[in-house]
């Protein structure tokens, strides 16, 4: 397995916005930040909700290209944001209609991203090579991380 995620991450990322407040740029360093210091992960990035027609388009990420609509409750991004629930999961392959965009992915974890006052913004997604990357520990950091970064949204 792994090395687990630094819980320093949140505190690198609230440095690293502190005083931005153009969403495209905060999604686009958050998504930098996290590739560049999660071992083991191969895509991390956003995906950002469209209430017109409710569903999800790519947003910032780093990784190889990727899908550029998501449908609500479809595939484990549409899932997180239709639970409004992290989406931990260890093999990708035994999800039900996991979408797949890369065939290099084996695990994912997906965060929910929704401001104070409900209105959703998007999702958070990280994609592993490696089976069962993600701990529970690893899923309280990244939920702290989205929490770091709708702060600064919220601030916008």
Sequence with gaps: MAQPINPLITEQLDALLHGETNLTANLANAS?????T???INWAGFYQYQPTTDDLILGPFQGNVAC????????????????????????????AGHIACDSASNAEIVVPLTLADGTKL?????????KDRFSASDQ????????VLLAHVDKA
Excluded at 32 to 36: G, P, R, T
Excluded at 79 to 88: C, E, G, I, V
Excluded at 124 to 129: A, N
């Design 38 to 40: 999660i071992p083991a």
């Design 68 to 95: 550029v609509h998501i449908e609500n409750h479809h595939g484990v991004c549409g899932t997180a944001l239709a639970t409004q629930a992290t989406q931990r999961i260890a093999d990708v392959h035994e999800f």
């Design 122 to 130: 998007g999702v958070m997604d990280i994609d592993s090579p490696e």
């Design 32 to 36: 930098a930040l996290l590739m560049q």
């Design 140 to 147: 309280a950091v990244l939920e702290e991380f989205a929490r």
